[in-house]
Structures are given as C-alpha cells and as structure tokens.
C-alpha cells in the first residue's frame, strides 16, 4: 500500500532514500549476470532495514540504477533485490549512462550527447518502461514535480544540457517558476556530476561530445550560475563510485556563511555513486578545497537517508557492509557541513548499517522559519 503525497505548501514530515549506480547481487554471492556488483547486496539489505525502521516517503535513484546493459533479465533480479524498498513509496529514476547511451555512428544512436560508448542499447526504453516518470516524451526525459516542502528537478545528463538546449530551457524555467512560500527547498537529481571527489586528476566532469572532443566542465557550462541564482539548496548526482559532499559552492570556490533570507551560501552538490561497485580508489578532498568529505575503502558502498521537513532539510550517508574485521565509516556533520568522515566502532553500527548524525543543508528556528526559510 501507499501514502498519499503530502500537499505542497504543507508542514509534512517525511523520509527521502537515494542510491545511484546499485546493480543486482545474488543471495548465494554468484556472479551470473552482467550488473552483479559487490557492495550491491548491502546495499539493498541497509536500504531495506532503513525502510522498515522509518517507512520512506519517497525513494529515488539517480542513474546506473541495474547495470543490465541490454539484459533485460538483469532487470528482473534488480527488482526483486529492491522489492522491500520499491514496494513501500513512490520512486523517482534518472536515466543514466548504462539506461540510455547506445552510438555507433550519427544514425545509429540512442541521441545521447556523450557519443562514447554503447550500453546494449537499452536506449532508456526499459527503463522507462519500468518507472513511469512524469515526463513529456521519450526523447525529452526531465521533469519535476512537487512534494510537500520540497520542489524537485529531475533531469537527463544523457541528453543535451547545453544553454539553449530544450533541456536547459526547462530546467530554466522551472527554477524562475518555484514558489519557495509553497516549497521552501529546491532539490535536483541527474547522473553525471558537477562536482566530486573521484580519482586523483578527475574531480568534476567534462561535458559533451566524446567522438569529437570533450566539452567544457559543467560548471563552465552556465549550469553553476543557474543553479546558484536560483538558490538550488542540494543536488544529487552519481556516475562516480564515490560518495562526497562539498562545501556551500559556485565556481569552485567554498561560500561561506548565510544569504539573507537564512540560506546557505551556496548549494551543496552530493554524489552517491557508491551504491554497488567497487569505490574508486584514489580519492582526495585536496587539492580540491570545495569537496569536504569522501568515503574510503572502509566504507565502500553506501546511500542517502535525507530527513524533511518546512524547516529543515538534512543528510545521512549511511555506509554499508560493516564486519568486525572492518570498522564503519560514516559522516559526521555539523550544522553547516563541517567535518568529514570519522571511524565509528562495530557497536555503534545498526545492521550493519551505520547510522550518521544529520548533515543539516539549512535549519531555521521555529520561530523565524517565516522570514528566514521561505
């Protein structure tokens, strides 16, 4: 059964789980399949524990959702993995790369703009043959919505995001049209990032056409600036196999403290790429000033609780596959993002999940949350 979706505008309170790049695994630990992956089984089992202790409101995925790459069998044991969790709340899915690139040449293509690889050629049709999204059509999968006290923004980092694109001219105008006295906070999803921490030498991304020559990094792109003049409080991307968050950003540069109206000073990029594979190696925070905080191989695999409220939008990395021979990993924030990741003994993990103190993306006191946090 279902809850109905809180009204927006409402005071509702309710619990958000996200995971990118998952892929299958099977009970007995074999690797059969093309998407089986490592950490994928902790994965589900923390995101199934994490459901039955608070039932979500709402679950996403933002890309590399079963890694079935044409399989469509593979489609099949990710579904019954997610079972516990898809079958408690309404999901949100972004296409990414292994959903939606297939090039060959300028003809035989799925229209994605990467051109880099073929994935099956899927072709984001089961996909969306799966998870019906409120989408305009099958070439045009970006869309947005409203839940409660949260607008969110769902787009395609497959297709064209250049400024001018069909795509930007959606995510443009969208943004200009929030009501923040309805939806205090603005949250957007897609796959590809725009800031993280992945291997040494390739944090962010480059964009575009790969046959005929990256393009220009996403921040370069226009994407910082509109997302940071529309005071975007929180993105969520995947692709890499990492988890990290960055400080309050635009341009590269950390902002700090508040804007007037008691926001931060700039978004919060997160990727949780962590969901199934094997981590990255390699990571690091300098010499990237803007990234405070990555997960390790001590914590390879992971997801996102986010806690919602009017008045508060707040983050868990919760780290999976805990041993006794491995101490968990998780992030322990304070108000404003502060710190990074610190050991937790094998005691303090649930399940073995472990369970981090809340990353708060902004918090008003009751009192002025009508001045400060619309």
């Not at 990993?329 to 993002?337: R, S, T």
């Not at 809340?358 to 001045?371: V, W």
Request: aromatic share 10%.
């Amino acid at each position: 059964s279902f809850t109905t979706p809180p009204p927006p505008g409402s005071n509702a309170t309710f619990t958000w789980l996200m995971a990118a790049d998952v892929g299958q695994a099977q009970v007995d630990g074999s690797s059969v399949t093309m998407g089986i992956k490592p950490g994928a089984m902790g994965n589900f089992r923390g995101m199934a524990r994490a459901a039955a202790a608070a039932r979500p409101g709402l679950v996403s995925y933002s890309g590399d959702i079963s890694y079935s790459d044409g399989a469509i069998g593979d489609w099949e044991l990710f579904l019954e993995n997610a079972a516990p969790v898809l079958g408690v709340a309404p999901v949100l899915v972004q296409q990414g790369n292994h959903e939606r690139d297939a090039y060959i040449n300028s003809t035989l293509n799925s229209g994605d703009w990467i051109r880099g690889a073929n994935y099956g050629f899927e072709c984001g049709v089961p996909v969306e043959e799966l998870f019906l999204m409120p989408t305009a059509t099958h070439t045009k999968p970006w869309y947005s919505l409203d839940y409660g006290p949260v607008h969110i923004l769902a787009l395609s980092s497959e297709l064209d995001m250049a400024p001018g694109s069909a795509q930007w001219d959606f995510a443009a105008a969208d943004l200009a049209g929030v009501d923040r006295a309805r939806t205090p906070f603005v949250v957007m999803q897609w796959h590809r990032l725009m800031y993280s921490a992945g291997p040494a030498g390739s944090s962010d991304y480059q964009w575009g056409d790969q046959v005929r020559g990256r393009g220009p990094y996403m921040y370069q792109n226009g994407w910082d600036d509109l997302i940071y003049n529309a005071s975007v409080d929180l993105t969520i991307t995947g692709h890499f196999h990492v988890y990290s968050r960055t400080c309050p950003v635009h341009q590269r540069t950390c902002i700090p403290g508040t804007r007037p109206d008691g926001r931060l000073g700039g978004p919060i990029h997160v990727t949780t790429g962590w969901g199934g594979p094997q981590s990255f190696g390699n990571l690091a925070a300098p010499p990237w000033p803007y990234i405070a905080a990555t997960n390790n191989a001590s914590s390879p695999n992971g997801f996102l609780r986010v806690a919602v409220s009017r008045t508060q939008l707040a983050v868990e990395a919760l780290a999976v596959g805990c041993s006794r021979r491995r101490r968990c990993m998780c992030e322990a924030c304070q108000p404003g993002c502060g710190v990074g990741l610190v050991p937790v003994p094998k005691a303090s993990c649930q399940h073995a999940t472990t369970v981090a103190p809340l990353c708060l993306i902004r918090k008003c006191p009751s009192s002025t949350a009508d001045q400060l946090c619309r």
